[in-house]
């Protein structure tokens, strides 16, 4: 029921909460769009299972240009008890960032495009023996309408993260470029539950992670893979734990 191949901006824009217009409106419908076409797509034989954990399980598909690790990296998860705006809502605001993202020394908005989009500017913790890394990224939240092709979805959002240049993102470290999306989708369990009804034992949040990252010059292969296969989960388990703990007292909201 998750599979269709007609995705577009167009048809995902949530009705009740279109996104806000700004200079790079466009590109985050591209993004977006492009994002939830990879977060659907089917998982096959050439990617590989790199880590699993209860419901969590985590793909990587080995990539090289010119000996730069690529390799993209999907992961599925499903959390109980909040929800898919609670589980974006926490990804994307930059006050909670330094609370689950382990794999940071600083993070700061360079500029707020709209209240659903702002840049962002992040120095990663440095592994040795690489040079540190920093990210400067578009960071985006909407509201998507995937009733029409997921039955049981009571609410549906999507961050995207995805690298632009910014005349304030000075750096001396070399910029690793990214392209990465967390698309959640609430369900209820058991699925009859009335919306006005349900409680937060009733929630069930499926997400789906995406990330294509390029570290922007040359680490040793076997380097990159270890931080990915240790980080990854780390960050996985971190952050939906994180969000579990933070809403367990809180109103709802889909
Ligand atoms: O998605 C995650 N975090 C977001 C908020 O911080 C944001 C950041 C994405 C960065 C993705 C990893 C980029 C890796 C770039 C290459 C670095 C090479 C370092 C050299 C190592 C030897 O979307 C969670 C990110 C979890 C990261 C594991």
Redesign the pocket.
């Known amino acids: 029921a998750h599979k269709d191949a007609s995705f577009s901006s167009s048809n995902t824009i949530s009705k009740d909460m279109p996104p806000h217009p700004h200079r790079l409106i466009q590109e985050c419908h591209d993004k977006v769009e492009e994002n939830v076409r990879y977060s659907f797509e089917n998982i096959e034989s050439n990617w590989d299972l790199l880590h699993q954990e209860g419901e969590m399980k985590i793909f990587k598909m080995e990539q090289e240009i010119d000996g730069i690790v690529l390799d993209p990296l999907k992961a599925t998860h499903t959390v109980r008890k909040v929800t898919a705006n609670e589980m974006c809502r926490m990804f994307w605001d930059l006050k909670y960032?330094m609370d689950w993202?382990g794999?940071?020394d600083w993070?700061k908005s360079l500029e707020t495009l709209a209240p659903d989009t702002f840049v962002c500017h992040?120095m990663?913790r440095r592994?040795w023996p690489?040079t540190q890394?920093d990210?400067c990224f578009l960071s985006h939240i909407r509201k998507l309408d995937l009733s029409h092709q997921t039955q049981g979805d009571v609410g549906s959002w999507i961050v995207v993260?995805y690298s632009v240049d910014h005349p304030d993102a000075a750096s001396k470290c070399i910029r690793?470029k990214?392209n990465?999306c967390m698309l959640c989708q609430t369900f209820l369990d058991p699925p009859d539950t009335k919306l006005e009804n349900a409680t937060r034992d009733n929630l069930v949040c499926k997400i789906y992670y995406v990330?294509h990252?390029n570290?922007g010059g040359w680490?040793p292969s076997s380097?990159?893979r270890a931080?990915?296969k240790r980080?990854?989960p780390k960050?996985l388990r971190r952050f939906s734990g994180h969000v579990v703990d933070s809403f367990k007292n809180k109103p709802i909201t889909y």
């Open positions: 960032r993202d794999t940071l993070c992040q990663m592994v690489a890394r990210t993260n690793a990214i990465v990330a990252a570290p680490v380097v990159i931080v990915y980080e990854y960050f």
